[in-house]
């Protein structure tokens, strides 16, 4: 169980770069002192090191692909965008970025009527599919397999062309310095679009996001209208979306 566990963690620390203690604790779900008894383990690669309050590594950790990625507190993912789709009402044009929390959004979504999603991920074009009162719009380019998206500089220009009122957009981490984080450098161009062309922006984040900054911002935490996620974010976070206007949205 511990072994396992420690090879969770390392996995974690690669993919989000720079992890507190707290936030650790609370995704393995551990004390803080069994998470000290793993660390004297883990710090013992490389490229993991020990930083105030956390860890950090300067290894670049490979995308995890969709399908392991999903698997990740998916009933909070749950909850999040089921909160998210009561956001969305008859009539609306939607954009629903590509994310495992995002994705699930569609089953929330089959009672409305009248909805258009744009979207650039595959998986969610196939859910939509059986329900006829959404219809699909799908951006062009090239497949990624591991994010099951269609990215590219083709895509963003798409993009360009419609006229969004609501974007429900998926993130790696955020926080005050650095912003709205994503992990895979083609979809970036696409989520800065979809903010741009929105009149109102959501950001689907569950706490486990909150501070982790990821290798590329694409936007401000300032930009967006909304955070839903499961649990209130630390202070910081909080003052600062308090100042700006922007609303947190607990998924109870």
Not at 142 to 155: P, Q, V
């Amino acid at each position: 169980m511990r072994p396992k566990r420690i090879e969770e963690i390392k996995s974690y620390i690669y993919q989000n770069k720079t992890v507190t203690l707290e936030q650790l604790c609370r995704e393995f779900k551990v004390s803080m002192s069994t998470l000290r008894r793993d660390l004297e383990e883990i710090l013992q690669e490389k490229d993991i090191k020990k930083i105030y309050g956390g860890v950090t590594t300067t290894k670049r950790k490979e995308l995890v692909p969709f399908d392991e990625r999903n698997i990740t507190n998916q009933e909070i993912k749950e909850r999040i965008a089921i909160k998210a789709a009561s956001l969305v009402e008859n009539g609306d044009i939607i954009f629903i970025d590509s994310g495992t929390t995002t994705f699930h959004m569609i089953e929330a979504l089959k009672e409305k009527k009248d909805i258009t999603v744009i979207t650039n991920n595959l998986e969610i074009i196939v859910q939509a599919v059986p329900y006829p009162d959404i219809k699909i719009i799908s951006l062009s380019g090239m497949l990624s397999r591991k994010t099951l998206s269609f990215t590219g500089m083709m895509a963003a220009q798409v993009l360009q062309n419609y006229n969004i009122g609501k974007a429900f957009m998926a993130a790696t981490g955020f926080s005050v310095e650095n912003g709205i984080t994503n992990s895979s450098p083609p979809e970036t161009e696409i989520k800065q679009t979809a903010v741009q062309r929105s009149q109102q922006t959501y950001l689907l984040a569950d706490s486990s996001k909150s501070g982790v900054i990821s290798l590329m911002t694409y936007c401000s935490l300032d930009k967006i209208d909304a955070l839903v996620t499961d649990a209130q974010p630390s202070n910081g976070i909080c003052d600062f979306m308090n100042a700006h206007g922007v609303r947190i949205i607990i998924a109870e």
